[in-house]
């Protein structure tokens, strides 16, 4: 009975450490990091903070870019499982509190501002 239940303890360690290894960003890819309000539980891990890359085009497929800048709550759900750190399901994007959805939505927005605009309201 010992046997099982660590086996299964380290293979639920394997899994998070692989989660967490095939989620990793690249080097240079702009990131920003949100803390969340409401923490998301994953099983024993409690989520605090969703770290969001810039999306290459390819992540942005099937979405319209006014429906991102207009925070279409369709949309969100459906490219920011695709640039979370930890990776979010669309159901864990879903329940999430609106106030981390926005804010979620707002660092995605951010890297949809050309440098050259970012300059000039700074």
């Given at each position: 009975m010992t046997t099982k239940i660590e086996n299964q303890s380290t293979e639920t360690q394997a899994v998070e450490k692989n989660e967490e290894q095939t989620t990793a960003t690249a080097p240079g890819v702009p990131t920003e990091v949100v803390p969340l309000e409401t923490p998301l539980q994953r099983g024993k891990t409690l989520v605090?903070?969703?770290?969001?890359?810039?999306?290459?085009?390819?992540g942005m497929r099937g979405v319209s870019l006014v429906d991102i800048m207009n925070f279409e709550v369709t949309a969100l759900h459906k490219v920011l499982p695709r640039i979370t750190t930890p990776s979010l399901t669309e159901a864990e994007v879903k329940t999430l509190d609106i106030v981390d959805l926005i804010q979620l939505g707002t660092a995605l927005n951010g890297f949809l501002i050309p440098k050259k605009f970012k300059e000039t309201e700074a």
């Open positions: 605090k903070e969703i770290t969001v890359r810039k999306p290459m085009s390819g």
